[in-house]
Nanobody
Framework: VQLQASGGGLVQAGGSLRLSCAAS????????MGWFRQAPGKEREFVGG????????NYAESVKGRFTISRDSRKNTVYLQMNSLKPEDTAVYYC????????????????WGQGTQVTVSS
């Protein structure tokens, strides 16, 4: 699976952004997708995930209620809608794919997008 992430940018605290992750390849309907982020000097952390086939989602506690993951099967694209953004959400955001069920561990994911910068100003 090849992934292409886009949609990052600079936004004020309280604002919104939507990230996109376009997927290509074979049988990605059998995959689960994840969004991760990495701030400078910190480890990559799980943001949320979705199963491609059933659309089940799960989120990190830090973003629950503010971020929403969805997918458009016709466009082979997964989205991360981010609302009520906070300065601590500033990071490079990555989408990733793994075969089978979801996971919160970056090491479980096989394919990664190139990352997109999200900066939230206070």
């Amino acid at each position: 699976v090849q992934l292409q992430a886009s949609g990052g940018g600079l936004v004020q605290a309280g604002g919104s952004l939507r990230l996109s992750c376009a997927a290509s390849g074979r049988a990605f309907s059998l995959y689960s997708m994840g969004w991760f982020r990495q701030a400078p000097g910190k480890e990559r952390e799980f943001v949320g995930g979705i199963t491609w086939r059933g659309g089940s989602t799960n989120y990190a506690e830090s973003v629950k209620g503010r971020f929403t993951i969805s997918r458009d099967s016709r466009k082979n694209t997964v989205y991360l809608q981010m609302n009520s953004l906070k300065p601590e959400d500033t990071a490079v955001y990555y989408c990733a794919a793994k075969f089978g069920s979801t996971s919160r561990r970056p090491s479980d994911f096989d394919s990664w997008g190139q990352g997109t910068q999200v900066t939230v100003s206070s």
